[in-house]
């Protein structure tokens, strides 16, 4: 796995391994909308699967022709994959929500085989798009517009680093209570 991802992995494994899988589904007092870490994890599966099948569809059919950088995805763009800043507050796609994958409650080590597992798998079809492709634009995000595979690395990353934040956040709680 590249470098960049499995630096992501190996930060989640101190703070997931010890927890119970009753602990991985707890929310903070009175913040029931935020999400377990349960939930921060099959969200960043999601993600993972979600850019998975674009990869896929990429090797089968060639990097889409008419992928262009929209107007609205330019600021986006500079902001996150360019200075490396995910703003706060932004919502998660339906489609990339956690309650989209019914997962059985599952402990911290379990969910580390699986965030390990789905991201060597995303960034193996990166490698194959890389080594057929080059440094060709790859597939659009929704909201930063056609990515390279080291952007899509970049952006993975930062994702991942953005979720771990919010899991040290609720280990907090966790650990106080």
């Not at 119970?20 to 969200?43: F, K, L, M």
Request: overall charge positive; hydrophobic content about 45%.
């Amino acid at each position: 796995m590249h470098r960049e991802l499995e630096r992501i992995v190996e930060k989640f494994v101190p703070e997931l391994q010890w927890l119970s899988a009753s602990q991985c589904q707890q929310h903070p007092p009175r913040r029931a909308e935020s999400w377990s870490v349960q939930q921060n994890v099959t969200h960043l599966v999601l993600t993972y699967r979600s850019t998975v099948q674009l990869l896929e569809r990429c090797l089968a059919q060639g990097p889409a022709p008419s992928d262009r950088l929209a107007l609205g995805q330019i600021a986006p763009r500079l902001l996150v994959i360019g200075l490396g800043i995910f703003p706060r507050g932004a919502k998660a796609p339906e489609f990339v929500h956690p309650d989209r994958l019914a997962l059985p409650a599952e402990s911290g080590a379990d969910l580390i085989v699986l965030l390990r597992e789905e991201l060597a798998r995303m960034d193996a079809r990166l490698a194959e798009c890389e080594a057929k492709f080059g440094g060709s634009a790859l597939g659009s995000h929704f909201a930063f517009g056609p990515l390279t595979a080291r952007q899509w690395r970049r952006f993975h990353a930062l994702h991942g680093q953005l979720h771990l934040r919010q899991v040290k956040s609720l280990l907090r709680f966790i650990r106080m209570n």
